[in-house]
């Protein structure tokens, strides 16, 4: 029986599953040593963001003695560790949320149309793999790469759409957002 050939080739980085096209993006690499009795051991130490650009994403973090083959492990890792995030609109956050990992501390604002990503490298990359368009995101307390990608992931893990919140009270999304005054037009007020 014949086998055809996979495009790619073994442990390719332009693998993708079935009906999904994930993009990858290298964070950070780091050269690591380990000192044993005849000098030091090197390796390196790699930090992945995989996402569909549809609303998930994952990171994953690995080690191995080359380079290819720790941005490959981190690679696989963060595809297993992937979640969902709910999108207004399809390019923003519902609404501001704040996460920590550590030391790290980050805070992330929904932003109008238009405003693109402002936000620090690990973040960064992180908003491109999901597919957020408009955010505005500040790191505080660390500039470590791992600590601000965890801190990141546990803020948007923090996220809730407005017909989730419904559903976990037993209300309608009309509800949720209150009442709207239906004379006035949206932005405008009365003269005075």
């Keep these: 029986m014949a086998r055809e050939p996979r495009e790619g080739g ?8 079935e009906g999904d ?3 990858d993006k290298l964070v950070t690499i780091n050269r690591v040593a380990k000192v044993v009795k005849g000098g030091r051991r090197f390796a390196f130490a ?3 963001v ?3 650009q549809k609303g998930r994403v994952g990171y994953g973090a690995g080690k191995a003695r080359e380079v290819p083959e720790a941005i490959r492990k981190a ?7 992937m979640i969902r995030v709910p999108m207004k609109e399809g390019r923003t956050l519902h609404h501001d949320v704040s996460g920590h990992f550590g030391a790290g501390k ?3 604002r929904s932003a109008e149309a238009g405003t693109g990503i402002i936000a620090g490298g690990p973040m960064r990359a992180v908003f491109e793999s999901l597919g957020i368009n408009d ?3 500040k790191s505080l307390g660390t500039r470590n790469p791992h600590n601000m990608v965890k801190a990141t992931f546990d803020a948007l893990t923090r996220c809730a759409s407005p017909r989730s919140i419904a559903n976990r009270r037993g209300k309608k999304v009309a509800e949720i957002f209150g009442k709207r005054d239906q004379n006035a037009p949206a932005g405008e007020t009365a003269d005075v």
Excluded: F, Q
């Excluded at 073994?10 to 599953?17: A, I, L, Y």
């Excluded at 690679?75 to 560790?81: D, G, M, N, P, V």
């Design 10 to 17: 073994r442990g390719g980085r332009d693998r993708e599953r």
């Design 21 to 23: 096209e994930l993009i």
């Design 46 to 48: 790699a930090l992945v």
């Design 50 to 52: 995989v996402g569909d």
């Design 75 to 81: 690679t696989e890792r963060a595809k297993r560790a």
């Design 106 to 108: 980050v805070i992330l």
């Design 135 to 137: 955010v505005v995101a």
